[in-house]
């Protein structure tokens, strides 16, 4: 299935944008496991829309209703299903888009694929409005790893060619947690708010802007992986380029390796208190597939909102001729900030399911 990932831990995500409701299914969660629905609900809050003039207007409470998986606020072995019922669309706004493709958007290949009939509104199931669910599985994926000593947390590194500093070597669950508490995820204030004033610009040019997401997960032990096309890399690329608006991941130094020296980009290895670690991290925590034991380190580029306010050229599907069309209706002028904790939740669910593999579906 196209709508699901992880191989023990089986994440599902259902719904469209002005459906009803969307959801997720998560099996193979352990039994006995106690989720603090508070602390979901905390994470779900940080990117749920119309709480900022740099969001989309739309209001939604995004509150999981839980209908099996939960007893008692306890896993109990069952497949856990969520659903969050919706409850301001607005689809007047893109009637004209079910001729109108909008560039940029999934709108044109739904059309193709399936002659016609995909849900489209709001960008139907293509929408960022599925991370909503995907927040639920890596919320409480993120509750079971942290109990086991494991943290993932994340911060928006770039916007508009504003840079915010990076992680330090060893990033902590403390700084995590510091970052996840602000109304802007960056490490450096001043620069998420020169990043606020280029979302801003774009807004009021009827445009929207980029940015970058770096992410680390700290805890994990080395061993973990396979090589060549099962290695940690590869399972978390696989997943987060499900995440809407997603168009690149790297590791550790990533593209910018390709201009350095084997001498600047290896990472020498020490001895610290009776344990191997590594004196940088060029390698994002991975070699070979398999974790060092260091952090590890991705970051995902995030593309500009496709939906603009500005009058953009695409073609008439009923009539077979070019065609302009404005888009209407709310939208982010930058996603990329509201996508934070959504890359958390999906690097976390895939490094639960790496741990419960080598656990044999236990810890």
């Not at 290949?109 to 927040?135: E, I, N, Q, Y």
């Not at 991705?298 to 888009?327: C, F, H, M, W, Y």
Request: charged share 20%.
């Amino acid at each position: 299935m196209s709508s699901e990932f992880g191989k023990l831990l089986r994440v599902s995500v259902f719904g469209q944008s002005h459906g009803r409701a969307i959801g997720v299914v998560i099996d193979g969660l352990p039994a006995g496991e106690a989720v603090d629905l508070e602390e979901l609900q905390r994470f779900l809050d940080r990117r749920k829309p119309g709480t900022s003039p740099l969001s989309t207007a739309r209001k939604e409470a995004d509150k999981p209703v839980f209908l099996s998986g939960l007893e008692n606020g306890v896993t109990c072995g069952a497949p856990l299903c969520a659903m969050i019922e919706n409850a301001d669309q607005r689809s007047r706004d893109y009637g004209e888009l079910a001729d109108k493709p909008r560039p940029g958007h999934a709108d044109y290949t739904a059309w193709v694929k399936w002659g016609g009939h995909a849900d489209m509104r709001g960008g139907g199931h293509f929408s960022g409005r599925l991370t909503a669910p995907l927040c639920v599985a890596g919320g409480i994926a993120k509750q079971l790893l942290a109990r086991r000593g494991v943290y993932v947390g994340a911060h928006l590194s770039a916007v508009g060619g504003v840079l915010d500093r990076p992680f330090p070597l060893l990033p902590t669950a403390a700084l995590f947690d510091e970052i996840a508490g602000k109304s802007f995820p960056v490490l450096d204030d001043e620069a998420g708010e020169r990043m606020r004033e280029r979302i801003t610009q774009a807004k009021a040019e009827l445009d929207s802007v980029g940015g970058v997401i770096e992410c680390a997960a700290v805890g994990l032990p080395a061993g973990l992986g396979d090589p060549m096309f099962d290695g940690i890399e590869n399972r978390l690329a696989a997943a987060l380029f499900g995440v809407p608006a997603v168009k690149g991941v790297e590791f550790g130094q990533g593209f910018a390796a390709a201009s350095l020296r084997g001498s600047e980009n290896n990472d020498s290895f020490m001895m610290e208190n009776g344990r191997i670690r590594t004196e940088t991290n060029h390698a994002g925590g991975i070699l070979g597939g398999i974790t060092t034991g260091m952090p590890i380190v991705l970051r995902t580029a995030v593309k500009p909102t496709p939906s603009i306010g500005q009058a953009q050229r695409t073609v008439s599907l009923s009539a077979g001729e070019n065609a302009e069309l404005t888009i209407h209706g709310r939208h982010d002028p930058c996603v990329a900030h509201r996508a934070v904790p959504v890359i958390e939740a999906v690097t976390a669910a895939v490094l639960l399911d790496v741990l419960l593999e080598g656990n044999h579906g236990t810890f």
